[in-house]
DNA sequence: ACGCGCTTTGTGACATTCTCACTAAACTTG
DNA sequence: CAAGTTTAGTGAGAATGTCACAAAGCGCGT
């Protein structure tokens, strides 16, 4: 794992010096699947760099409901654990690894350093935030003014494998979603008997992909 | 309007040096109520620091509906709208002077040179940056998995005067909580059944502000 | 004071979503 | 294969959202 920094384009034109800086000053960390990234107690003393795997963020309510506010992909960082996952400590968001994970974990004050001295650093951190806030405006926007079914049908096309599947109960889904498992359940046996869909336990197999991505298109 | 800094608490620990250039390249500038203070084509090239008056952030569906997000009161900063609006074009969120306001306009490049030069600056920065956030996470807990009637009844009292009372149509109050007026007119109508709120055209008046505060609370 | 236009609120009917309390089916493990 | 666990299905009723109106309140000009 020499240079991993090329993985990120937008640490790319990052001066050689700082380069070397944060390879030195950083250490590559390995998290199973599943693992709990953040969240909860943990008070993150890195920033994490994402090698590998997929890091999902969600939130969970009093009453045990969850949602899912947004991934972290390889070549992103959890730019918002860091600054902000500290003052939320209440009902707080958690980061789970979703495969398992590759990561560069940054000391804060190393973190600190380079914002201090690179404002190509800064651009990058910048832009990682904005990313995550306008996923933050989607998931809100979703919510308050969309359809269930359309949601879930954009759901199912985005994390669809190539063979037009995925692996995922319909609690999963539900999470995914912000609503209830009945929802999702009912939802999905219509989408079947539409003939979008074909379900079995654990598994959504898509079978009539233009239909449905018509449909998560309708307003 | 001399030393206006010292409104906020966050900036108080600046160098004297850096204190007089925040002063000598910023401009004192007054919105009028219910100016659009950024979205849709603005593209904001300061960062404003208020010191009077409110700024409500807002988001629109394609649909017409609204929702309030937060808001930024005398003391704080527009921080997102700097970073993040610009990357969010579409149906994007926009800010409003919900009174008159008064502000003090930052160009980006002395932001820039602030972040670089200054480590309270950036603390500043970034923990704006993390109310902001969590401002949103809440929103999205209240989404997901709130009911109606206890979220108009936590507005209510946080949109209360002196006198419990509000100023909002309903219309208004449907746009706090990203649902529809007639949700907003039925749960009224239910709560002055109750004796909780008195109505009159575009005014609430709580009229049993313990039974209120206690709906507020339940689950 | 009166009528006119505009804004705000009220209402019924119906669709969608959520909740609760279950049952049933599908897998897992001993 | 039996027993336990996880996942999915279902009906009933509550809560919320949508649509198409009707009614009421207010400002304004005369």
Chains 1, 2 share one sequence.
């Not at 003052?87 to 380079?114: C, N, Q």
């Amino acid at each position: 794992m020499q240079d991993w920094i090329t993985r990120f384009t937008g640490l790319n034109a990052l001066p050689d010096r700082l380069k070397r800086k944060l390879m030195a000053q950083s250490r590559i960390v390995t998290l199973k699947k599943g693992a709990r990234v953040f969240g909860q107690g943990t008070s993150p003393e890195n920033l994490l760099m994402l090698l590998e795997g997929t890091v999902r963020v969600q939130q969970q309510s009093e009453t045990g409901r969850e949602i899912v506010l947004y991934r972290v992909q390889a070549g992103e960082s959890c730019v918002l654990t860091t600054a902000c996952l500290l003052a939320y400590d209440d009902h707080s968001a958690e980061g789970i690894a979703e495969t398992e994970v590759k990561a560069a974990a940054i000391p804060r004050l190393v973190f600190e350093d380079l914002i201090t001295d690179s404002t190509e650093f800064r651009q990058f951190v910048f832009q990682s935030y904005s990313r995550r806030i306008t996923d933050l405006f989607f998931v809100i926007d979703e919510l308050a003014f969309r359809r269930v079914d359309i949601r879930l049908a954009q759901k199912l096309l985005v994390l669809q494998d190539d063979d037009n599947r995925l692996s995922a109960t319909h609690q999963q889904l539900a999470a995914e979603l912000g609503t209830a498992r009945e929802v999702i359940s009912r939802q999905l046996q219509e989408f079947q008997r539409r003939g979008l869909v074909e379900l079995s336990r654990g598994v959504v197999q898509i079978t009539d992909l233009a239909a449905l991505k018509k449909l998560s298109k309708s307003e």
